[in-house]
């Protein structure tokens, strides 16, 4: 089980860059590495994903080093509305109850 | 198509009473899963189905909980009796393959339910 360590809470102001950082020291080779966001009072939402170098889409980018052992969501220029929670998981496409562990996440509070 | 759909939104109980949650996946989605959340424990997976059947239902805390999907558009997870520990919000999520890790393949989560056990 690759365990996920993340910041509890990050606070920032608009139009600022927000990077998450998640640590996953015991990620395995055929991990994956996937971010999901939750606003209030809503499910999670799949945002990004990657497996080595840098993914980036419409919402977010996903820095990952070579050793895979941490990552960094990355979120630029950040609005009110990107308040939200965002989780950090690691696990192997195939399901294991052990593995989809949403854990706590991380809770960005993002000011005017 | 209307996405993930839980009912009710909102269930307020006594202690001992039974509890229904309510699930409709998107339709063609053939993995479903079950989901509690709290302050303290974050989000949990309780178990999950592929093709109407349980997969794996490990991670449910105790035998008060039981889940069923007698077909590909509907399934339930049960409480009883149901406990003030047992409030939080439960949500149901589905996805087309064993996703959930893949860009192609996500997890789409219903609104959930919020459960207050007095």
């Known amino acids: 089980l690759a365990k996920t360590t993340q910041p509890i809470s990050m606070d920032s102001y608009e139009g600022q860059e927000v990077n998450i950082t998640c640590s996953h020291n015991n990620i395995a080779t055929n991990d994956y590495i996937t971010w999901y966001q939750q606003f209030p009072s809503q499910g999670p939402r799949f945002i990004i994903q990657?497996?080595?170098t840098k993914v980036t889409n419409e919402v977010a980018s996903l820095f990952i080093p070579a050793d895979r052992k941490s990552s960094t969501l990355s979120l630029p220029r950040v609005s009110l509305s990107d308040t939200a929670v965002y989780y950090c998981?690691?696990?192997?496409?195939?399901?294991?109850?052990?593995?989809?562990?949403f854990g706590t996440g991380t809770r960005l509070q993002v000011f005017p | 198509d209307a996405g993930v759909i839980q009912s009710p939104r909102h269930e307020v109980t006594e202690m001992g009473q039974e509890v229904t949650l309510r699930c409709k996946p998107i339709s063609g989605h053939d993995y479903l899963f079950w989901y509690r959340q709290t302050m303290m424990r974050g989000l949990e997976l309780l178990i999950y189905f592929n093709n109407n059947v349980p997969i794996d239902d490990s991670g449910m805390p105790e035998d008060r909980f039981s889940a069923k999907m007698p077909n590909a558009s509907f399934s339930t997870l049960k409480i009883q009796p149901s406990e003030p520990r047992d409030s939080a919000v439960y949500f149901c999520a589905s996805s087309l393959l064993a996703g959930g890790y893949s860009s192609t393949d996500t997890q789409y989560f219903g609104p959930g339910t919020r459960l207050t056990v007095l």
């Open positions: 998981l690691v696990g192997p496409p195939e399901y294991n109850t052990d593995k989809l562990i």
């Open positions: 990657g497996y080595k």
